[in-house]
């Protein structure tokens, strides 16, 4: 006759401690949210440090072309250059000679405009030698700069839509 029993292949016996079919699904779901979390905290990381990298870039770019303008503003030939290729400096000053009758009363005091911009911890608060404005709205982007020079005095720069529309050294 044919033994029915089940042979355990000389194992030993089951402590009779199983999980139950709610405890197992109780750890799928903690393993699965676990990862989730941890999905999310890389995505959210990866936002965060793609949209500091992309703000660096923007306040590099923008800091050069301030280097720009302040290189210009040194020699009359720069600033004639500079005048023709912003129209909209015309708003402040309406012939090339107010711009250049104006630098030459800047040229004193444009001294200390450094070549790297300033530590991102300056832009808190509005502390700090450096001021920085960008607004958006109905297609236009405004930026202003603000920097303090070494001599006290402030060279103030105001692009609208990437065009230089103002210029002052206060």
């Known amino acids: 006759m044919v033994d ?3 042979d355990n292949g000389g194992l030993p016996p089951e402590n009779g401690r199983k999980l139950s079919t709610g405890a197992k ?3 799928g779901c903690g393993a699965a949210l676990l990862l989730a979390l941890g999905s ?3 995505l959210v990381g990866g936002a965060v440090w793609w949209g ?3 703000g660096v870039q923007a306040l ?3 800091w ?3 280097r720009r303008i302040e290189g210009a503003l040194r020699t009359d030939e720069g600033t004639r250059r500079l005048y023709a290729e912003s129209p909209e400096l015309a708003r402040s000053y309406p012939t090339v000679d107010d711009l250049l009758k104006a630098a030459a009363e800047w040229r004193p005091k444009l001294t200390g405009l450094h070549e790297h ?3 991102l911890n300056l832009f808190h608060g509005g502390q700090g030698p450096f001021h920085l404005e960008v607004r958006t709205g109905e297609g236009k982007r405004l930026v202003r700069m603000r920097y303090r020079l070494d001599s006290g005095a402030a060279l103030c720069v105001e692009w609208q839509n990437r065009q230089l529309t103002d210029l002052r050294v206060e």
């Open 52 to 54: 500091k990298t992309q």
């Open 40 to 42: 999310c905290a890389i």
């Open 64 to 66: 050069d072309e301030l």
């Open 60 to 62: 590099d770019s923008q």
């Open 4 to 6: 029915s029993s089940w």
């Open 25 to 27: 699904v109780a750890l």
């Open 117 to 119: 911009r300033p530590d």
